[in-house]
């Protein structure tokens, strides 16, 4: 993204503010799809994408190696489509992994960083923040491809059927599932639509939306982060970042949304 690009998404923040007041009498759903419009040529992804293309070229780590030779699955560097195909198998960790956990494994290999400090790290910052940006730079390589996660290896349906059991699981303070927000169409906390994710909800709309910049807090969000916070809204425990739990409500989710076009980085409430 050039200056004068940059210098546009600031003009749009700023614009957008004004804009969002402006519309405080119509539906507030209206409103978000209008200022999501006005961001299209300006999404403040873009920064977040240009961070990542940078660390995924640059040397780091106790290695000093780049990650270049990182394989997501389609061969080691590829990086467009391969967004549209995680979380899959990988023969050389044994393990279903999805986009963010399989970055890790290579920044571990390749550079030598300690996994622990994702992990084990804080939201939007050090390297889960690194995770993040390059999460959104591969997943943008994808813009417009179709999901078509593999399940052609037992344990890529082993993770499916784990995801499902996830979703439709009760518990908590409140007895929510997944499915109870997630499990019919028309349901809408406050401001938001919750979109139906047993199968596909359409085009950039749940899985094939996140990496996401979310406006309401100015923050870039991985699926790991919405898992997370979902988790939260469900009152259950915070999820460890990676775990296969996670990992596997993302192949059930990714394998529902066949056919769905990816609009990723997309931009949230
Ligand atoms: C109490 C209700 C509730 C529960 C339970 C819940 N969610 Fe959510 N979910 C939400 C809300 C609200 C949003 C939208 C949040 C926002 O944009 O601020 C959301 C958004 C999402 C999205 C992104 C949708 C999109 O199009 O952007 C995904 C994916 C998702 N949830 C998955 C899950 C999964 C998986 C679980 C179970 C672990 C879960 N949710 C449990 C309320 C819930």
Known sequence: ????????????????????????????????????????????????????????????GPKNASLERCDLGLGAGVTKGVFVQLPRYFPDTGKVQDLESRLVTCMSTLQGIDPKEVVNGQWGKGERASVTALATWVASQSKGMKFDLPQSH??????????????????????????????????????????????????????????????????MWTMQHRLNDCYRQQRFPEPTWGSDITVALSVYMGVNAKGAKSTVPTIKR
């Open 1 to 60: 993204m050039n200056a004068s690009k940059l210098a546009l998404v600031a003009a749009m923040l700023g614009l957008s503010a004004t804009a969002m007041v402006a519309h405080a009498q119509k539906t507030s759903t209206e409103a978000i799809e209008e200022y999501r419009e006005m961001l299209q040529d300006g999404n403040p992804a873009d920064l977040y994408e240009m961070k990542g293309e940078e660390l995924w070229k640059k040397a780091r």
């Open 154 to 219: 037992a344990q890529e349906r082993t993770m499916y059927e784990l995801g499902k059991r996830a979703f439709f699981q009760r518990g908590g303070s409140h007895d929510f599932a997944c499915a109870t927000c997630h499990g019919e169409d028309g349901k809408r906390i406050r401001l938001q639509d919750l979109p139906k994710l047993t199968g596909n909800p359409g085009d950039g709309v749940g899985f094939a939306a996140w990496p996401a910049y979310r406006v309401s807090n100015g923050q």
